[in-house]
């Protein structure tokens, strides 16, 4: 009777937050939690549950995969807005089950915080959990990468659920001997691209076997410590491959698996493996490879991850970066890019970007490729102006603005075509002064 209360009062909590034009977030299932810390045994889940967990990427490959089945006429319920901690995850099941706690729904697929992945599954059965990536990320609030990994390694000590693992991240790929009973552990990679390197250009984590301590070595580097590895002493690295990207064509936007070629809306070798997360993930449930080619060549994902939009007639690239790695990537994609562009990076150090932001001295922004200027902003704008200047970049070229407002309004004072780097905090509010912009 209890749970009965609790989810009919977080029912009418819902509706007057909709009245308000108010999402509401993770408010409703701090309030359950609350009342309640063992709520989520009264949920009735008769669907597959599909988790995706990982430090950069899981929401792109979350809402993917819901999309995708979306589109195969599955009724899914998804944390598509991204609140990703045990609270997030109950919201959505408030909103989205009966009184009595049944979920009607062919598919839950959520996204899950790293650290949260234990906890939320406990009490909620997992069918299948995708793992993309571990990097370094708000170490004053997650602590060392490792803690992370070896909580999720316990977790799946007693786990014989699907595992779909990323066997180019060596920090992932060991995780699919953490229990040596389940037999549904698979492997994705993505072959050679055009720019790997053959030395690692970025700070990594993947240096040394898990198991043996030996130093790694790699074949080629795709970014940070992704790429083709394998220990020297114990062979570890060397997994069957379920599903392989092939063929990666970054500037026509395709790939290939199993000799399929799927078409995509994004140019990042980062987002080749979490299409191919997703793909592997949706084959476990026998989704026509046909509906899967239609929905991810659809697929897109407006909220500042990769967006690409016009302002003002301006072309216009807009991503979430948290980390040295996210940061990396988005400079990557700039770099690889030739045409003349101006760069905006906006750093907060609110509590949910981590107080900490020495990890701006692991971004490598060295060798910027036909950048004519860079805008800082933020709360810690002149820190990564420092860091910019500290790189070999021309400081006369650099223009730190700690109103958000004003960097924006400089920054389209040019026609140049525009990248935007912005952490968590920074993010929405950096696309709103864009679209002010382009509606004056």
């Known amino acids: 009777m209890k749970n009965f209360f609790i989810i009919f009062i977080m029912k009418i909590l819902n509706i007057i937050l909709k009245i308000f034009g108010k999402n509401g977030?993770?408010?409703?299932?701090?309030?359950?939690?609350?009342?309640?810390?063992?709520?989520?045994?009264?949920?009735?889940?008769?669907?597959?549950?599909?988790?995706?967990?990982?430090?950069?990427?899981?929401?792109?490959?979350?809402?993917?995969?819901?999309?995708?089945?979306?589109?195969?006429?599955?009724?899914?319920?998804?944390?598509?807005?991204?609140?990703?901690?045990?609270?997030?995850?109950?919201?959505?099941?408030?909103?989205?089950?009966?009184?009595?706690?049944?979920?009607?729904?062919?598919?839950?697929?959520?996204?899950?915080?790293?650290?949260?992945?234990?906890?939320?599954?406990?009490?909620?059965?997992?069918?299948?959990?995708?793992?993309?990536?571990?990097?370094?990320?708000?170490?004053?609030?997650?602590?060392?990468?490792?803690?992370?990994?070896?909580?999720?390694?316990?977790?799946?000590?007693?786990?014989?659920?699907?595992?779909?693992?990323?066997?180019?991240?060596?920090?992932?790929?060991?995780?699919?001997?953490?229990?040596?009973?389940?037999?549904?552990?698979?492997?994705?990679?993505?072959?050679?691209?055009?720019?790997?390197?053959?030395?690692?250009?970025?700070?990594?984590?993947?240096?040394?076997?898990?198991?043996?301590?030996?130093?790694?070595?790699?074949?080629y580097y795709q970014y940070s410590h992704i790429g083709k590895f394998k220990c020297p002493n114990c062979n570890y690295g060397n997994n069957n491959i379920y599903k392989l990207a092939t063929n990666i064509d970054l500037k026509n936007r395709t790939f290939k698996v199993d000799d399929i070629t799927y078409h995509i809306k994004f140019n990042s070798i980062y987002n080749i493996y979490n299409f191919v997360a997703v793909i592997s993930a949706v084959s476990l449930y026998n989704i026509d490879t046909e509906i899967v080619q239609k929905a991810l060549s659809q697929f897109v994902l407006n909220n500042g991850r990769l967006e690409e939009i016009k302002i003002n007639d301006i072309d216009t690239i807009i991503n979430l970066a948290k980390n040295p790695t996210g940061c990396n990537v988005s400079l990557r994609i700039l770099n690889e890019d030739d045409s003349e562009k101006e760069l905006l990076f906006v750093l907060n150090d609110n509590l949910a970007d981590g107080r900490d932001v020495s990890w701006i001295w692991d971004i490598n922004f060295d060798n910027l490729n036909n950048v004519t200027r860079i805008v800082t902003s933020g709360q810690r704008a002149y820190d990564i102006a420092i860091r910019i200047k500290t790189a070999g970049y021309d400081s006369n070229k650099i223009e730190p603005y700690l109103n958000l407002k004003d960097a924006v309004k400089s920054l389209y004072q040019t026609d140049t075509k525009k990248y935007i780097i912005a952490n968590y905090t920074a993010l929405q509010p950096t696309r709103t002064e864009i679209f002010n912009i382009q509606n004056k």
């Open 25 to 219: 977030g993770n408010l409703l299932g701090k309030i359950a939690f609350k009342w309640n810390s063992k709520i989520f045994q009264y949920f009735k889940v008769e669907c597959p549950v599909i988790a995706v967990t990982a430090t950069n990427g899981k929401t792109m490959t979350n809402n993917a995969i819901g999309y995708v089945l979306k589109t195969a006429n599955k009724k899914v319920v998804s944390n598509v807005e991204g609140n990703n901690m045990e609270t997030g995850i109950l919201s959505t099941l408030l909103k989205n089950c009966t009184l009595t706690g049944k979920i009607e729904a062919d598919f839950l697929v959520f996204e899950v915080d790293e650290g949260y992945v234990p906890i939320v599954f406990k009490d909620l059965k997992l069918d299948t959990l995708v793992i993309l990536d571990f990097f370094r990320d708000q170490l004053d609030r997650n602590g060392e990468v490792e803690t992370l990994i070896l909580k999720i390694n316990e977790f799946l000590k007693t786990y014989n659920g699907n595992l779909v693992l990323n066997n180019d991240d060596p920090n992932v790929a060991r995780l699919g001997q953490a229990n040596p009973n389940n037999k549904n552990v698979y492997y994705f990679s993505v072959e050679k691209y055009k720019f790997a390197t053959d030395e690692e250009k970025e700070a990594g984590e993947g240096k040394f076997c898990p198991f043996c301590s030996t130093r790694l070595e790699y074949e």
